[in-house]
C-alpha cells in the first residue's frame, strides 16, 4: 500500500484541523479544576508552598556553597564557616545537609503532587461524563463517539501521567527564577540588570513559539481523536463492510486517519525544537552575562573570589532545570491541552440547564411536525418542509429507498438532530423550547445498533425499571418472545436473570439482543418509540418473531418505525413513504396499494420475492 501524499507543515490538511469543541483556555481549566470537590484545599496549599519553599532554599544554599568553596580553598573567610581545613569541612558538612532536605522535599512533593492530580482526575473524568449525559445528544453526535472517549480517557490520563513524571520539576523549574534572582541580589543587585535585558528580549520569542506549540498539540490530540473515530466505526460496521466487499476501503479510510495523526505529530516537532533552540540561545546569553559581570566586580574588588563563583554557579545550576523541562516541552503541552480538552467536555452541557422540563408525559401523545428542514454541516438539505401529524397511540411506518432521509427523520425527532427549520411538537411542548434530556426521556429511540450493558440481565433491565421484580423482567422478556424454559432461553440465557451480559460476556445472537432491547422498552414504558430498522439484524429465522416483538413494544404508544421489511408496515395503522428528504405518499397500506402508486410498486416487488 502506497504512502499517502502529506501536507507541509505551514499547510496542515482539512483532515487535521482543530474538531468542534476547541480545549479550554488554560485560565479556564483552572478555573474549573478550582470548583472539583478534590481540590486544593488551604492545608495542602500550605503544605505545598512550605515544603517546596524549604526546598528551594536548600537548593540555593547548596549552590552559594559550592561557589564559596573556591573562596576556602584561596585563603577567603566565609561568614560562620570560618576558612581553613575546619571551615571546607564545615562547609562539605553543611552542602550534604541540604542536597539531603533537598532530595526529601522532591519526594515529599512529588508525593503531593501525583495524590492530589489523581483525586483530580476521578473527580474531572466523572464531571466530563456527567457533561456528556446532560448535553443535547446532537452535540455529543458532533463530537463522535472516538473523540468524546479519547476525552475522557486519554486525555485526562496523559496528563496525570506527565504532571506525575515532571511536576516536580516544573514547579521546581518555575520558582528557580525568583529565588535565584533573591539570591543574586543578595549578592549584588546589579546581577538583577542582566535579567531585565533578557527577559525584555526574550519573553516575547518563547511566548509565540508556546503558542504555536499550544496550537499544534490541538491539531494532534484532533487528528488522533479522529482516527478513533473511525476505528470505531469501523469495528462496529464490520458485518456490512464485509457484506459490501468494502474491506479495502476501509483500510484506506483507516490508513488516512492514521497517517494523518502522525503527520500532525511530525508537524508539531519543529515548533520543540525551535523552542529548545531559542532557550538554548538566551541560556547562553545568561550564563555569559553572569560570568562577565562576574570577573568584572571580582576584578574591581567588590565582590569576593567566593561571592563571584557563587553567583556562577546559581545561575549555572538553573541549566539541568530548564533543560530538563525544555525537554519535555511538547509533554507540558500535551498536558495543558489534554486538560483543555477533557474541561471543555465537562462544560458542554453549561447553559443547558436554562431551558425547561416540564413534566414528563403520562400518555401517548400526539406528535406535529411542520415544515421540517434538516442539512448536514456545509451539505445539501436532507429534509425539506417535512410536515406530518403522528396521531396519539398509533403506529407509523416510514419507507422508502436507502438515502430518502427516513432515519434523519427519526434522529431529528427523538433529537438527536437539531433541525435548521421548522419544529416538533410532542404533545403540547416545542422541542426545542425545552431541556434535551425532557425529549430523551419521552421519546425512545432504537436502532440496530444496540448496547447491553456489562453485567447480568437482570441488571441490564433495571437500567429502564429499577424497582421491578424477577416476575415482570421475565414477563416483558416473554412478550418479545423469550420466554424462561424456550429453546432460545435454553440455548443463550442459561443461567436465566444472572446470564451475564455485554462486554466480557459470551456475545448474544443478535435477535436475542433485540429483544432485550425491546424488553426494556417494555419495561421503560416510554409515551413515544421510534424504531429505525430496530429488527433489522435479525436472520430470516428470527425475522417474523421479532417483528411480533417489535409490535408488541409499540403497542398503546405513539410510535414511528422506519420499515426494513415492508411487513411492518402491512401491520401499522399509517404507511408514509419518503423519497429525496420529502413525503411523497401517506395512507394506510390498503389505501396506497389500491392508489398504484410508488409504494404500491414497492409492495409489489416485494411481495413478489
Do not use: C
Not at 536548600?58 to 573567610?77: H, P, Q, R, T
Not at 501521567?161 to 534572582?181: K, N
Not at 421548522?422 to 419521552?442: K, S
Amino acid at each position: 500500500m502506497s504512502t499517502p501524499t502529506t501536507a507541509a507543515p505551514a499547510t496542515i490538511t482539512d483532515d487535521r484541523v482543530a474538531d468542534a469543541l476547541a480545549p479550554a483556555p488554560f485560565g479556564d481549566s483552572v478555573r474549573y479544576l478550582g470548583t472539583l470537590p478534590s481540590r486544593p484545599r488551604a492545608r495542602w496549599v500550605v503544605a505545598f508552598a512550605v515544603i517546596f519553599t524549604i526546598t528551594l532554599i536548600a537548593m540555593m544554599f547548596s549552590a552559594n556553597l559550592f561557589g564559596y568553596a573556591a573562596g576556602i580553598v584561596s585563603g577567603e573567610s566565609v561568614p560562620v564557616l570560618d576558612s581553613g581545613t575546619r571551615g571546607f569541612a564545615l562547609l562539605l558538612a553543611a552542602i550534604a545537609v541540604t542536597q539531603l532536605v533537598e532530595a526529601a522535599g522532591r519526594a515529599f512533593g512529588m508525593w503531593l503532587i501525583v495524590s492530589k492530580t489523581r483525586q483530580m482526575s476521578v473527580d474531572l473524568r466523572r464531571g466530563a461524563l456527567s457533561a456528556v449525559l446532560r448535553a443535547p445528544i446532537s452535540d455529543v453526535l458532533t463530537l463522535g463517539t472516538g473523540n468524546v472517549i479519547t476525552r475522557l480517557t486519554k486525555d485526562i490520563d496523559q496528563t496525570v501521567r506527565i504532571i506525575g513524571g515532571i511536576g516536580v520539576r516544573l514547579v521546581v523549574t518555575i520558582l528557580m527564577f525568583p529565588f535565584t534572582m533573591v539570591s543574586l541580589a543578595l549578592i549584588d543587585w546589579r546581577y538583577l540588570i542582566i535579567f531585565a535585558i533578557l527577559a525584555t528580549l526574550t519573553v516575547p520569542i518563547l511566548r509565540s513559539t508556546l503558542i504555536a506549540m499550544r496550537e499544534y498539540s490541538n491539531i494532534v490530540s484532533s487528528a488522533e481523536a479522529r482516527r478513533n473515530n473511525l476505528l470505531l466505526d469501523t469495528i462496529r460496521g464490520i458485518p456490512t463492510l464485509r457484506a459490501m466487499r468494502l474491506d479495502r476501503w476501509a483500510l484506506g479510510r483507516m490508513q488516512k486517519g492514521s497517517w494523518n495523526a502522525v503527520q500532525a505529530n511530525a508537524d508539531r516537532a519543529p515548533v520543540i525544537t525551535r523552542l529548545i533552540g531559542q532557550a538554548t540561545f538566551g541560556y547562553g546569553l545568561l550564563l555569559i552575562a553572569t560570568f562577565v559581570v562576574s570577573a568584572m566586580l571580582y576584578d574591581a574588588g567588590e565582590l569576593s573570589l567566593g561571592a563571584a563563583a557563587a553567583a556562577a554557579v546559581l545561575v549555572s545550576r538553573m541549566e539541568v532545570h530548564i533543560f530538563n523541562v525544555l525537554m519535555f516541552a511538547g509533554e507540558i503541552q500535551k498536558a495543558a491541552t489534554g486538560l483543555g480538552r477533557a474541561v471543555a467536555l465537562a462544560t458542554l452541557a453549561d447553559g443547558t440547564a436554562d431551558l425547561p422540563e416540564p413534566d414528563d408525559l403520562d400518555s401517548a401523545p400526539e406528535i406535529r411536525i411542520d415544515g421540517l428542514d434538516f442539512a448536514y454541516p456545509d451539505g445539501a438539505n436532507v429534509l425539506e418542509g417535512v410536515s406530518l401529524t403522528l396521531a396519539a397511540g398509533t403506529t407509523t411506518a416510514l419507507v422508502g429507498a436507502s438515502g430518502a432521509g427516513k432515519s434523519t427523520l427519526a434522529a431529528v425527532i427523538a433529537g438527536l438532530q437539531r433541525p435548521s427549520g421548522g419544529r416538533i411538537r410532542i404533545g403540547d411542548v416545542d422541542t426545542a423550547e425545552v431541556a434535551d434530556v425532557w425529549t430523551a426521556r419521552n421519546v425512545t429511540l432504537i436502532s440496530q445498533e444496540v448496547h447491553l450493558f456489562a453485567g447480568t440481565l437482570r441488571e441490564d433491565l433495571h437500567m429502564a425499571a429499577p424497582d421491578a421484580g424477577d416476575d415482570v423482567l421475565k414477563a416483558a422478556l416473554a412478550e418479545t418472545g423469550l420466554v424462561e424454559g424456550g429453546l432460545q432461553w435454553g440455548r443463550w440465557l442459561p443461567l436465566g436473570l444472572d446470564t451475564r451480559v455485554g462486554a466480557g460476556a459470551d456475545e448474544l445472537g443478535p435477535e436475542v439482543v433485540q429483544q432485550i432491547s425491546l424488553a426494556r422498552i417494555i419495561l421503560q414504558d416510554p409515551p413515544a418509540l421510534i424504531m429505525d430498522e430496530a429488527t433489522a439484524e435479525a436472520g430470516s429465522d428470527h425475522a417474523r418473531a421479532l417483528e411480533q416483538a417489535a409490535i408488541r413494544a409499540a403497542s398503546g404508544r405513539t410510535s414511528l418505525v422506519v420499515a426494513h421489511r415492508l411487513d411492518q408496515a402491512i401491520a401499522a395503522d399509517r404507511v408514509v413513504l419518503m423519497a429525496e428528504g420529502a413525503i411523497l405518499e401517506d395512507g394506510t397500506h390498503d389505501e396506497l396499494v389500491a392508489k398504484g402508486g410508488r409504494y404500491a410498486q414497492l409492495y409489489a416487488r416485494w411481495a413478489a420475492n
